[in-house]
């Protein structure tokens, strides 16, 4: 509460250590966006698109001649 007194130096040096986890913590999100952003892409192409991911054995390549 009010009544600890922490000094300043002190105080300063857990703002800075706030200030660098406020960060990292903030690029983490910006990560997990990014990431969750793809998966996002991809589950919106297979249900909208009906896009499956074929496996390369079960794929049938059609030569035209």
């Known amino acids: ?4 007194r ?8 857990l703002v800075l250590e706030r200030d660098a986890l ?9 990560e997990e966006n990014a990431l969750g952003d793809h998966s996002r892409v991809e589950r919106i192409a297979t ?3 009906q896009m499956q991911h074929v496996d390369p054995s079960q794929e049938n390549i059609v030569v035209q001649k």
Do not use: C, S, V, Y
Not at 1 to 4: A, E, R
Not at 6 to 13: I, K, V, Y
Not at 22 to 30: A, G, P
């Open 47 to 49: 249900e909208k698109l």
């Open 6 to 13: 922490l000094p300043t130096a002190q105080r300063e040096q």
């Open 1 to 4: 509460g009010h009544h600890t």
């Open 22 to 30: 406020d960060i990292e913590w903030r690029n983490l999100i910006l």
